[in-house]
């Protein structure tokens, strides 16, 4: 599996322009919808969890503003098993310490809202953890 993009997108949760840390966010909750609606029905994975995954990264792609500029990230394809699935778990809960960095330099209505999609990719990245058997 090519890691090349994870690790630039964990390299832009980092950056300390938060138009390339929103950007980024983002470009994770995209992908990952992606990634989720791919596996849903793979034979290892339940349907449910990846179902609950999908939309909560639908959900928090849709409360951030959309990158100006760039193309759309394609994820990696994951790994076998449980162990496949932890860089972007990883990623998702990157994405929800990154909004946190943020929200809390924000005035009280944008932390607000970045408080609110944190919690969906928190949420993502807890039921993308249960997709797969331990």
Avoid: K
Wanted: proline share 7%.
């Amino acid at each position: 599996m090519s890691t090349s993009v994870l690790m630039e997108l964990n390299a832009q949760l980092d950056s300390p322009d938060a138009v390339a840390v929103l950007a980024a966010a983002w470009d994770v909750f995209d992908m990952a919808t992606d990634l989720c609606d791919r596996i849903t029905f793979d034979e290892d994975s339940d349907e449910l969890q990846a179902m609950v995954a999908t939309q909560q990264c639908s959900e928090g792609r849709d409360r951030l503003p959309l990158p100006e500029s760039g193309r759309p990230v394609a994820a990696p394809p994951p790994g076998p098993g449980a162990a496949g699935l932890v860089p972007y778990v990883r990623l998702l809960e990157h994405v929800g310490d990154a909004l946190a960095r943020l929200s809390a330099a924000a005035d009280d209505e944008t932390a607000s809202s970045l408080t609110q999609v944190r919690e969906l990719a928190s949420g993502a990245a807890a039921a993308l953890t249960r997709v797969r058997g331990q």
